[in-house]
């Protein structure tokens, strides 16, 4: 691949559907609703790895919500097509069991001379997966989304229907992992982003990341709902893939900073470091235990 990808590595529930529509503001970036290439090796593992959104606020038969529309909608925009065309590509790719790395080359050929934003925080489940980017990419860019443990802990717990002690444990081994496959990562090709800082003041944040990006700033990057950022779903009806309460706003809300100071949770020791080495200074748990 001539122009390797750009990888925004987060958690999930950091904000990463806003920081990616607002990078699809910009005419240098092609930045679709999240992918999940880089887990698979083929086609056909994607197709049988993912289906239906496995949030808990979703019904298990809800097919409108899916977690393949990602590419599906990347690929409607791409080719100018709808969903019955985009799917039959789809179709074909994993009737040949097209190679990954091949589904990256016909993305990225298709936006150029745009240059593909991969946001999918599914990413930092495992280790490996980032370490495949390092191995496919070797000019791949990455960007650290990362956000206060309060409010994603809180939004995991009521969105996915999990308990607060398994919401904390995937901010913890999601920001853990990252954390560490950063360390082997030039810091010329990363750059971390804080999601407070990105609401709360998103102008400055916009021009850095324009600068390590090596692009120009463009103001309409500030303006997320405003033009085409593929926030639709495949169809009418549809909901958009990512995170569809995305929608329920009509500007960035700086408010969104702060929603973690009306929560009180303990946090492990172990939790507590790396909210350390993010900046966020939380008391250390009095004896929370994990499940395993």
Not at 74 to 82: G, I, N, S, Y
Not at 183 to 202: C, F, G, K, M, S
Not at 224 to 244: A, F, K, T
């Amino acid at each position: 691949m001539k122009i390797d990808p750009i990888f925004i590595l987060c958690s999930p529930r950091s904000g990463s559907t806003l920081l990616r529509v607002m990078l699809a503001g910009h005419p240098g970036l092609f930045s679709p609703p999240e992918i999940h290439l880089l887990s698979y090796k083929t086609m056909r593992d994607w197709n049988a790895a993912l289906g239906p959104c496995p949030w808990g606020s979703c019904p298990k038969d809800n097919h409108d919500c899916d977690q393949r529309h990602g590419l599906q909608r990347a690929l409607m925009e791409l080719k100018q097509v709808d969903d019955k065309a985009s799917q039959q590509i789809i179709d074909a790719m994993i009737d040949r069991d097209e190679p990954i790395p091949q589904v990256y080359e016909m993305l990225a050929s298709l936006a150029a001379p745009r240059r593909l934003v991969d946001k999918s925080p599914s990413y930092s489940a495992d280790g490996e997966v980032m370490e495949r980017a390092r191995r496919l990419f070797p000019g791949a860019l990455y960007i650290y989304l990362y956000r206060h443990p309060y409010a994603v802990i809180e939004s995991i717990a009521r969105i996915e229907s999990q308990s607060i002690s398994k919401a904390e444990l995937k901010w913890r081994t999601r920001n853990a992992n990252i954390l560490k496959f950063l360390e082997a990562i030039e810091r010329n090709r990363q750059i971390h982003v804080a999601y407070e800082t990105l609401v709360q003041d998103p102008e400055p944040v916009m021009h850095s990341l324009c600068s390590f990006l090596g692009i120009e700033f463009d103001s309409a990057m500030l303006n997320p709902y405003e033009g085409n950022r593929m926030i639709d779903g495949v169809r009418p009806g549809c909901r958009p893939p990512g995170d569809w309460n995305f929608q329920a706003y009509q500007r960035i809300d700086q408010t969104r900073a702060d929603v973690w100071r009306g929560l009180d949770m303990p946090l492990t020791e172990e939790t507590q470091s790396i909210s350390r080495v993010l900046g966020y200074d939380i008391p250390v748990a009095s004896g929370l235990a994990l499940e395993k």
